[in-house]
């Protein structure tokens, strides 16, 4: 999918209220097209009543949305009918099968009668449900409720999909197949709005993430943007066939853009101003006489950003 | 507002009560109770019983038939005594509790359909469907107001029938049902079935799950002992203008309690309570 086609979601100044409590504090952000945006937080940061707004479940008290350019609270039905969504807690009628799940949700996001069934066995098949689609869901394991969940919001071929806590209770294994159904989509060129606490997983899925806390949004990137944000300066460790001489461990300390030297053996680590600096760095090594084996710049994980963000606003605070 | 969701609605909703065994037993066994056990007690006592014993028994009743309407009057002063008693028993004092059983469907109905909704956690994946406000609203009331009058005129007819068959040797003819069970079936059972349902709406704002919902509606059978209260007193007579003016009352009642509830029933207030 292109990513440069129309915004599927504008938000600017979003806020939320439930008395006095701040749900949603003034967010702003857009998604673009086939972009898997991930939205992290800790419970109550906001991610479940952004996405109520996002849909319409819920009107703003102030600000403004659109998605696909319509207003959720005065157009919800139009904006539902683009949107699906995965739910926390999977919620399946639980005592119907999941063919007569599907199909009535599929009767409400109005497939038209002629391919519905068609539609149904297509879904049941390609999430492996289709030995058991007349099973009553109560007697399904939570991983396949789990697929049954994402059948659901991806029945009628939404353009967008919500994914609150995909992985949430479900074993490493169910949890794998999840993911593996997510970046499949991804990869299909799929919109995605990705709900979690699970760092590792919105670090393998995401192109942006938005950091919240407390209905604001404290960060705002893709991994590399946040993590140059943070952190503008970078460590680079470097291997050498031998360990360096005095003067050579001198060549390395004297470089514009090295903040700082240390070597231990063989191995000597430099902090950088910048990770651009890399390749004239080592250039500059080489032309010092030393023989590299080699080169690893030091990156920062997804939660090591998210612990700095969190960690930096409580600081703030206090 | 679309009739295909809505009927989907209807359907499904109708298909998991269906499933809930604490929901449809009641359901069935007080049926059985009314339409067959009930009226057979009523029509085969005078009949197994000696002549005298239904003539103290009618004397009493007699007190009571006085204050009837002279119309009235004149059905028991045509009939033999034992005749006298099946009539007064099956026609007269049972007909108001009758109409605990469109309250009862529709408010277990009712009850499943909005506070086990929510109950179960469904709620929320319905909300994110583009249907709205109006065709969730209506699938709902028709998946309880209209089960609970099928079930309710099906419970008349058993009713009909048993009563007519067992009282055959005494009266030699169909009799049963006299004119005032024609509104009591067909105006006043729907205006109930929806007073059921309007009421487990509006009470499903104010608690969590099935049972109190179904406990809490179930208060409503007051009205129903005092029509029947009235019914023995002779205060209020269930005959044919009266029922229609009751069936009118509560039709009215129904219509203010459904748009109280069409303005409590939005994704908004809805949702808040997940």
Known sequence: ?318 | MNWRSIRAIALKDYKEVRQNKAAWIPALVLPLIFAVAMPLGFTLLPQLIPTEDVAQEMGDLQDLIVLMPPAIQQIFAETSLEQGFIIYMTAFLFAPMFLIMPLMFSSIIGADSFVGERERKTMEALLYTPSSDGTLFMGKIIASVVPAILLSWFTYAVYIIVVNAASWPLFGRIWFPLPAWWPLMFWLTPAISLLGMAATVLISSRVKTFMEAYQLTGSLVIFVLLLMVGQISGVLYLGVFSTFAIGTLVWLVDAVLIYISVGTFNRTNLIAKI
């Not at chain 1, 819920?58 to 139009?78: K, Y």
């Not at chain 1, 010092?288 to 700095?308: K, M, Q, T, W």
Request: aromatic fraction near 6%; include cysteine; charge should be negative.
């Open chain 1, 1 to 318: 999918m292109d990513k440069h086609m129309d915004t599927v979601i504008e938000v600017k100044e979003l806020h939320r209220l439930f008395g006095d409590i701040r749900a949603v504090d003034g967010l702003t952000f857009e998604v673009q097209p086939g972009e898997v945006f991930g939205l992290l937080g800790p419970n109550g940061a906001g991610k479940t009543t952004t996405v109520r707004l996002l849909n319409g479940l819920l009107p703003p008290s102030s600000g403004s949305v659109r998605v696909f350019g319509l207003d959720p609270a005065t157009q919800g039905e139009q904006v539902r009918q683009k949107t699906g969504v995965l739910t926390e807690s999977p919620s399946h009628y639980e005592r119907l099968s999941a063919r007569e799940n599907l199909t009535f949700y599929g009767t409400l996001t109005e497939i038209p009668e002629e391919k519905l069934t068609g539609r149904v066995n297509e879904m049941l098949a390609f999430f492996e449900l289709d030995g058991r689609a007349d099973d009553k869901v109560e007697t399904y394991s939570k991983g396949m409720k789990q697929r049954l969940a994402l059948a659901r919001a991806l029945l009628h071929q939404p353009p967008l999909l919500f994914l609150d806590e995909p992985t949430s209770g479900l074993d490493p294994e169910a949890a794998q197949q999840v993911n593996a159904l997510i970046e499949s989509l991804s990869h299909k060129g799929q919109t995605i709005i990705l709900c979690t606490h699970n760092l590792t997983e919105a670090e393998r899925l995401c192109d942006r993430v938005a950091v919240m806390n407390t209905g604001r949004v404290l960060a705002l990137g893709s991994l590399v943007e946040l993590s140059r944000k943070l952190w503008p300066a970078t460590w680079v460790d470097v291997k050498f066939w031998e360990a360096p001489s005095a003067s050579q461990f001198e060549a390395a300390k004297n470089f514009s853009g090295v903040k700082q030297v240390q070597v231990e053996s063989a191995l000597l680590s430099a902090r950088l101003e910048s990770k651009e600096t890399i390749p004239a760095y080592v250039r500059h090594l080489v032309e010092s006489g030393l023989s590299i084996l080699s080169v690893n710049p030091r990156a920062h994980s997804l939660e090591d950003i998210y612990f700095a963000i969190q960690n930096g606003r409580k600081e703030g605070e206090q």
